[in-house]
């Protein structure tokens, strides 16, 4: 069965509280259904800035997208996710990830360890986190029972079958740490690399008695009428795809807002995504191609 779309948008700037509730409601009343905060240092920090969505707005719910894993303890964590979904009436859902820069957890002092060793902190994680908040006498107890909604993001084999046997959104970002560039760049993922990993998480997914939602996120939103010239700008910045791959990649949207919509659909048929996230520059772009997928 075809899920119907659901749009977030990732809230990655915080000037003042009362700057941060005006984009909220902003985004509230484009249409969005969920405000993201991600988790980066010199970004905002995603719990309180939740708290805040929540409170300035009445329909949206707020999610994290995702946490980085390493920056955690998972006790702790589960305390800081069952008040915050306490506090937002249960609109909470938990995103969470292994991370992949290194030079935040060195600024942190926390260690940063080999992968395999960053997947398995994760996946500790997780557990800690299924025992601790589905425990009836935790305290405090989060409004979503056993907890809220828990997305993961990935796309190594290890990742993917941890959302296929926890998350109820697998997210795919798309993108990959840039070879031989500096550490955080990233290169998106050309379609059949996509393809790839959605085929691959299926496999794993096979047993669910549920199937997950799919989530994909958006890296730019490029209203045109010219979608090939689009492209060509897209592949003269070195994001790792030329221009035929610029036009059929997942994580871009290039055209008229009829055309996105036409995208997206078609993403939703060949990929499975019926959650877009788009990222904060894109707010206002990306607001006629939700309106033209509204309730579908």
């Excluded at 292994?98 to 994680?125: F, I, K, N």
Aim: net charge negative; hydrophobic share 40%.
């Amino acid at each position: 069965m075809t899920r119907p779309f659901r749009f977030g948008i990732n809230l990655l700037t915080l000037d003042t509280g009362t700057a941060w509730r005006e984009k909220c409601r902003r985004a509230e009343a484009l249409g969005y259904d969920v405000l993201l905060v991600p988790d980066h240092l010199g970004w905002p920090s995603p719990f309180p800035a939740l708290v805040a969505a929540a409170e300035a707005t009445e329909r949206p719910r707020v999610g994290t997208f995702v946490l980085n894993a390493g920056f955690w303890n998972p006790a702790l964590l589960a305390r800081e996710v069952a008040t915050t979904d306490a506090l937002t009436g249960g609109r909470l859902e938990l995103g969470l990830g292994t991370g992949y820069v290194r030079a935040e957890h060195e600024q942190a002092g926390l260690p940063w360890g080999s992968p395999r060793e960053r997947v398995d902190h994760l996946a500790r994680t997780i557990g800690e986190l299924d025992r601790l908040l589905g425990d009836a006498e935790h305290l405090p107890r989060p409004a979503q029972r056993p907890r809220p909604p828990l997305l993961i993001g990935g796309n190594g084999p290890r990742m993917l079958r941890l959302a296929a046997r926890h998350a109820e959104i697998a997210a795919f970002s798309g993108g990959r740490q840039a070879p031989g560039k500096p550490e955080g760049t990233l290169e998106l993922l050309p379609a059949e690399e996509v393809a790839a990993s959605v085929n691959r998480y299926q496999e794993y997914a096979a047993g669910r008695p549920e199937p997950a939602e799919r989530n994909i996120l958006v890296q730019r939103v490029v209203v045109t009428d010219d979608r090939r010239a689009a492209a060509r700008d897209i592949a003269a910045l070195d994001m790792g795809v030329d221009e035929e791959q610029a036009l059929d990649m997942p994580t871009l949207l290039i055209g008229t807002p009829r055309q996105m919509a036409e995208q997206l659909r078609e993403r939703r048929e060949r990929y499975g995504f019926s959650y877009v996230t788009v990222l904060d520059p894109f707010l206002e772009a990306f607001a006629p191609v939700l309106e033209e997928l509204s309730g579908t």
